[in-house]
Every structure is written in structure tokens, then in C-alpha cells.
T-cell receptor, first 114, second 118 residues
Framework: NAGVTQTPKFQVLKTGQSMTLQCAQD?????MSWYRQDPGMGLRLIHY???????DQGEVPNGYNVSRSTTEDFPLRLLSAAPSQTSVYFC?????????????FGEGSRLTVL | AQSVTQPDIHITVSEGASLELRCNYS??????LFWYVQSPGQGLQLLLK??????LVQGIKGFEAEFKRSQSSFNLRKPSVHWSDAAEYFC????????????????FGKGTTLSVSS
């Protein structure tokens, strides 16, 4: 059972570079979301999606883009990386049926922007 | 706007002692509430959740939490802490969809780090 898979696990970027963090889930979950985790700040919601073709902004969306062309994939794009985007990023998915509400998290992607 | 406050940044408890981690939320309706635990270098694991009904909910690893609407609180408790409980604990409130479903995404508190002393 793969669950939620994030790649890459580690990445170093220079300021101004762009990159995409990949997230894929094999549980047929409709809901997917991206969070960033910074020391003392907990996890903050960047963007989320309630289904293919539907995305919305979270608490800290600036500097990030997302798209959801398939149920399985929810990539997060950094258009022009800044040092403030140095963080650990978590992708999560959840089941839309019923009211379970449990999020399944990936292992995280540690991004450093120099 | 939804928000979650965890007043304690760091708590140290002796092994075998009881534990209570505080969580207060701000939400306009009956919230969906969660507690997650994160061990160092790991992802997050769900401890327990509250949607409706009985306000005292039981979770994994011997944890429980009580929803108190009048206090906008959802405190996490454990009667006897084990050294393996040392971790960071996050309280979260869930966004509802228009169809009143839970779990689209969560708003997390900043976390409480639990240390266990021997």
C-alpha cells in the first residue's frame, strides 16, 4: 500500500528557481491538500482540492500554484523560489465519503532555498 | 475565520504521570476536531477525532479528548504517560464542505511538544 507519495524528499534551490513538488495517492481520495511546516508555526494550509479540476486557497497560498487534473495527483509549484519558502512540505489526502475526516499524510519534502 | 490555539508550546511530564494538552478553537458552527501526533522526522498520525455525539472521545495509544462547546475547547488527556509518548501534538479543526462533509483540509494549531522525564 503506497498511500500518499511525495517526491522529492529533499531539494535545494537557488532564489528565483522554479520547481514542482509531486504528490500522488492511490486510495481514490477526492480531497487533497498541501501544508507547510515551520518551527513554532505548526502546519499551515497552502492549497487544497475537493476533486479533479477544483482547487482553492488555504492560509498561505502566495508564491504557490496547484492544479488537479486527475484524482490521483496534486502537484505544488513554486514559480520563483524565495528563502521564505524554506520549509517542510506535506501533502495529504482524505476520503470524501461519510464523515471520517482523517487525513493521510505523505512523508514530507524538505525544501531549502538559498 | 477558523483558528486553533494551543497555549502550551512545551510540556514536560514524568513517566507514569497524567497528561493534559490544551486546545481552543474558533469556528462558527459545530466543528470537526482532531488531534494528531508527530514523532521526530515523521509524518502525522491521527490520535482521535470528534464529529458529533458523545463529547468524550477515545483514541489510539490510550489517549482521550473531551469536547466542551461552552469553552470552545478540545483538550487531550492520557492517564499515564509513557516515554514513547514524547512527540509533538497538534490540534486541528476541519473545514466542512457545502455538503457538510469533513476532512477537505484542516487548520492546525502551532503544536505542543511533549517531553517525558524518567
Amino acid at each position: 500500500n503506497a498511500g500518499v507519495t511525495q517526491t522529492p524528499k529533499f531539494q535545494v534551490l537557488k532564489t528565483g528557481q522554479s520547481m514542482t513538488l509531486q504528490c500522488a495517492q492511490d486510495m481514490n481520495h477526492e480531497y487533497m491538500s498541501w501544508y507547510r511546516q515551520d518551527p513554532g508555526m505548526g502546519l499551515r494550509l497552502i492549497h487544497y482540492s475537493v476533486g479533479a479540476g477544483i482547487t482553492d486557497q488555504g492560509e498561505v497560498p502566495n508564491g504557490y500554484n496547484v492544479s488537479r487534473s486527475t484524482t490521483e495527483d496534486f502537484p505544488l509549484r513554486l514559480l520563483s523560489a524565495a528563502p521564505s519558502q524554506t520549509s517542510v512540505y506535506f501533502c495529504a489526502s482524505s476520503y470524501s465519503g461519510g464523515n471520517t475526516g482523517e487525513l493521510f499524510f505523505g512523508e514530507g519534502s524538505r525544501l531549502t532555498v538559498l | 475565520a477558523q483558528s486553533v490555539t494551543q497555549p502550551d508550546i512545551h510540556i514536560t511530564v514524568s513517566e507514569g504521570a497524567s497528561l493534559e494538552l490544551r486546545c481552543n478553537y474558533s469556528y462558527g458552527a459545530t466543528p470537526y476536531l482532531f488531534w494528531y501526533v508527530q514523532s521526530p522526522g515523521q509524518g502525522l498520525q491521527l490520535l482521535l477525532k470528534y464529529f458529533s455525539g458523545d463529547t468524550l472521545v477515545q483514541g489510539i495509544k490510550g489517549f482521550e479528548a473531551e469536547f466542551k462547546r461552552s469553552q470552545s475547547s478540545f483538550n487531550l488527556r492520557k492517564p499515564s504517560v509513557h516515554w514513547s509518548d514524547a512527540a509533538e501534538y497538534f490540534c486541528a479543526v476541519g473545514r466542512r464542505t457545502n455538503q457538510n462533509q469533513a476532512g477537505t483540509a484542516l487548520i492546525f494549531g502551532k503544536g505542543t511538544t511533549l517531553s517525558v522525564s524518567s
